[in-house]
């Protein structure tokens, strides 16, 4: 495919664009400068934010100028939700936000080489914080209609329950203000985002026509992505333990790439078209072999190595996929390094037990057994497993020699069930 409108077609991923014909001539001139904001209402980006982050990318790798923008100044106001107001966050606590999400953005675009389609960073704060009051009302203010602004669905929703300061409601103006300097300073005229920005978009769009009435200027444009669900009705990016972080301090590689080594059958041919960068015949060849083979996991293995790749690196990754294998008795557990095994068993049923407890003991503790009486049955009938060894006597106990690391103890219940026993002195 040469087209990137048809591209994100393809991959489910374009909602709504504001003209599409003039979107796709304007790609077809090129190269298009395009951006997406990220507000640092948390120290680190998720996979929820994967969507737009790899837009940018795939914009990129077509020829186009991806802008980052970190919403050094919104951040500090935060985007309006529909339930209830944000908190407000200290402001050395954004600034320090904002640094690591640039830190995180930088690694998935090209800021270096000075080609027409090197990338750029930017933080609104750079201009917001030079707006005076009197500026922000006289020159962003006036071209506002609180009709307009009051028919939003977000602000419709907050004032049917408990109201929305006056902080959140004013967020719609200093995003499209966004659009309006990176229009004149990087000749910015495509905004993309999710397909709950598109308010919030257009408006940007409205704000350039009329601020920029007297000046030369391109047509621009808007393009918003769909919203990924998950087939199970849960919120996607979220797992049991919270929310998966792209840090390493806040998921692990390990927990970051089971996320999508766990992907639902059904999402999984989504996930791969919309996080993938391999070719449109590799993703349909790995659809037809996970429908054929679904046990195989065969397109979730595939996502989530390029990811883990792509996000924590091919060592790393590399690490993630032994312990994957080794825990469930493919690899050599004692190969694993301390923190790839540590990260590993935080992702685990566990226990802590004291200093030579019985294989009995701990499959109970960890809750791999209902009773000592099943402990033993599992046992017997050859289902327990050490460190994947198969456990025969319904004695046996847990040695310092059977301690990885000097600390754990890996069991196992048939083939699937895992849990680890921290062993202290």
Request: include cysteine; hydrophobic fraction near 40%.
């Amino acid at each position: 495919m040469t087209d990137i409108v048809d591209e994100l077609r393809w991959r489910g991923l374009l909602a709504q664009t504001t003209d599409e014909d003039a979107l796709k001539k304007a790609f077809a001139d090129g190269p298009v400068t395009a951006y997406c904001g990220f507000d640092p209402t948390a120290a680190s980006l998720h996979v929820g934010h994967l969507t737009q982050v790899l837009t940018l990318r795939r914009l990129q790798l077509f020829g186009h100028r991806p802008i980052a923008l970190v919403g050094g100044a919104t951040g500090l106001i935060g985007d309006p939700k529909p339930s209830a107001e944000r908190a407000m966050n200290e402001v050395t606590t954004v600034a320090g936000w904002t640094d690591r999400i640039r830190g995180q953005l930088s690694a998935f675009l090209d800021f270096e080489g000075g080609e027409p389609n090197t990338a750029v960073m930017a933080n609104n704060h750079d201009w917001i914080s030079q707006l005076s009051i009197v500026e922000y009302l006289r020159d962003v203010g006036k071209h506002f209609s609180v009709n307009q602004m009051l028919a939003r669905e977000t602000v419709k929703s907050r004032l049917a329950g408990e109201g929305m300061s006056y902080t959140e409601f004013s967020y719609v103006l200093l995003q499209s203000y966004d659009f309006v300097e990176l229009y004149r300073r990087h000749g910015c005229t495509l905004q993309i985002g999710g397909s709950d920005q598109w308010g919030n978009i257009t408006a940007g769009l409205d704000l350039i026509r009329r601020i920029t009435a007297n000046e030369p200027h391109g047509q621009a444009h808007a393009l918003t992505t769909n919203l990924l669900t998950k087939a199970d009705g849960t919120k996607f990016g979220k797992t049991e333990g919270g929310t998966v972080w792209l840090d390493p301090e806040l998921t692990t590689p390990y927990a970051f790439y089971q996320f999508w080594l766990g992907a639902d059958d059904r999402d999984v041919s989504r996930y791969l078209r919309t996080f993938s960068f391999r070719s449109r015949e590799e993703i349909e060849a790995l659809e037809r072999d996970s429908e054929e083979r679904p046990a195989a996991r065969i397109g979730q293995r595939a996502l989530a190595e390029e990811l883990t790749t792509l996000v924590h690196g091919v060592e790393q990754c590399a690490a993630v996929v032994e312990a994957s294998k080794a825990l469930f008795g493919q690899g050599d557990l004692t190969a694993l390094d301390e923190p790839t095994l540590r990260s590993a068993v935080a992702e685990l049923p566990g226990a802590r037990l004291s200093e030579g407890p019985t294989v009995v003991d701990a499959l109970v503790a960890t809750g791999l057994a209902p009773s000592k009486g099943g402990a033993r049955r599992t046992i017997k009938e050859g289902g327990a497993y050490l460190n994947n060894v198969k456990v025969a006597d319904e004695d046996a106990v847990i040695g310092t020699a059977d301690l990885l690391h000097g600390r754990w103890a890996l069991l196992r219940r048939g083939k699937r069930n895992l849990a680890a026993a921290e062993i202290t002195a």
